[in-house]
């Protein structure tokens, strides 16, 4: 039997207002009753809830057609699905984020499945579930360009791998729809994955490994860089005749200069996990102070934190565990152990951190974008004779294949006979940094 209800929903505020997730030390439980009613109904053993409207009157009205829906539906007379197919798709996709908020991702996953969704949905003038179409959705994908390009320009292709991204995210979503018995099936299960033309590699960016002197200028740029970025004046806007005041030192106060110099000792550390730890940006925004087992001289990472979600130990170098012994002091379990900027902020501040360390962003054997880290150590452990098989494990990839052809450079010169493991090369690195 259908009814008509309010729902309650339940929301965990910090002291400043922000919401957070639930458990979050100093957090207080928040319940918000909707302004909108719903018509609650159980079908096959669980409870279904659809937005009715406002006004109650409205919301009665629906819930008659509901009841007479369901009715006519038990006889067999109806769709199943007519009622999700009626309704408007940015409901499904509300619902879809919903549920994601719940299930432990990051706010900057959640705006980034909401743009794609948004854009693909909008490209095939998609209004409800009824209007979405494997052929339509083949169509769409098949002549992409880039959202980017200014107004008046030509369109410009976007790469296979940014086609794939976009595929995914709606192939995501229509897999929760089937979970949900909103839709019968997958329909992008019959639109094929993007492929690149024969004969070019399907690798989108060549990267290329840094050499161990660049690196050591690498890490110790990034302690420096926040007070160095800051200490010139450049004068400001021009006056009101034309000229500009002259450029001068900035003196700081000693709070402002200890909060730059402990920002510039967290991206510091930020790069040296990177390297000496192999984890990709998103897993390492993801890694909690709980995760550091000092004693065992580990990260035990879960497998919600891993791009092939399964559970990680990695093992750490004495030098870091050093530093992180004395970062975590003061911080609780639950604290995120290293504050890593959005993949865009870290794009930026990685080029400056290059311009500074006078390192080229893009040379003839490829880029030193930031996740090229990953294939200087595994040059790096190449060059040391590690077997492929400790390489991939500590990479953790599935195919060893992947491990040689996209994470092994051979062009890189011989780091020389000094640099013989990893811990060599912590000391190599951090001792050359901190005395530059």
């Known amino acids: 039997m259908a009814t008509l209800k309010k729902v309650m929903t339940t929301f965990w505020h910090d002291q400043n207002g922000n919401r957070v997730k639930p458990g979050t030390p100093g957090a207080k439980k928040v319940k918000v009753q909707s302004s909108k009613w719903y018509i609650v109904y159980k079908h096959e053993g669980r409870v279904k809830r659809v937005p009715a409207f406002t006004d109650k009157a409205a919301s009665q009205k629906k819930l008659a057609d509901h009841l007479a829906a369901l009715e006519r539906g038990q006889a067999g007379l109806t769709d199943p699905y007519k009622i999700h197919f009626d309704r408007a798709l940015g409901e499904h996709i509300g619902d ?47 002549t992409m360009t880039d959202a980017r390009v200014k107004q008046g320009d030509e369109p410009r292709p976007i790469s296979v791998a940014t086609k794939n991204d976009y595929r995914a995210g709606v192939y995501t979503f229509f897999q929760w729809l089937k979970k949900e018995q909103r839709h019968p099936e997958n329909i992008v299960e019959r639109v094929p994955r993007a492929e690149s033309p024969k004969g070019e590699s399907s690798e989108t960016r060549k990267r290329r490994a840094l050499k161990p002197a660049d690196l050591r200028k690498l890490i110790g740029v990034a302690a420096e860089y926040p007070v160095s970025a800051r200490q010139i004046n450049r004068g400001g806007r021009p006056r009101k005749d034309g000229s500009r005041p002259a450029a001068g030192t900035v003196k700081f106060n000693p709070e402002t200069l200890d909060q730059l110099q402990s920002q510039g000792r967290e991206r510091r550390l930020m790069y040296l996990l990177a390297v000496f730890t192999g984890l990709r940006r998103g897993e390492l925004s993801r890694i909690q102070v709980k995760d550091v087992r000092l004693k065992k001289g580990v990260l035990d990472v879960p497998g919600r934190k891993t791009k092939n979600g399964r559970r990680a130990i990695i093992p750490l170098v004495s030098g870091l565990v050093a530093e992180l012994r004395d970062w975590v002091k003061g911080k609780n379990d639950d604290d995120v152990l290293i504050a890593v900027p959005c993949r865009h902020n870290l794009r930026r501040l990685h080029m400056a951190h290059l311009t500074m360390s006078q390192i080229p962003y893009k040379t ?37 294949d992947l491990t040689t052809r996209r994470y092994d450079d051979e062009r890189v010169g011989d780091m020389g006979a000094a640099v013989k493991q990893l811990e060599r090369l912590w000391k190599f690195v951090t001792r050359r940094a901190e005395n530059s």
């Open 96 to 142: 879809y984020l919903e549920d994601l908020r719940h299930g432990g991702t990051s706010p900057e996953y959640h705006e980034a499945v909401e743009l794609r969704l948004a854009r693909v949905f909008d490209g095939i003038k998609a209004k409800s579930l009824r209007d979405v179409t494997a052929d339509k959705l083949k169509a769409f994908f098949r």
């Open 364 to 400: 003839e054997q490829g880029h030193a974008d930031w996740h090229s880290l990953r294939k200087t150590v595994n040059t790096f452990l190449r060059r040391k004779q590690v077997p492929l098989r400790q390489r991939q494990r500590f990479l953790r990839h599935a195919a060893a």
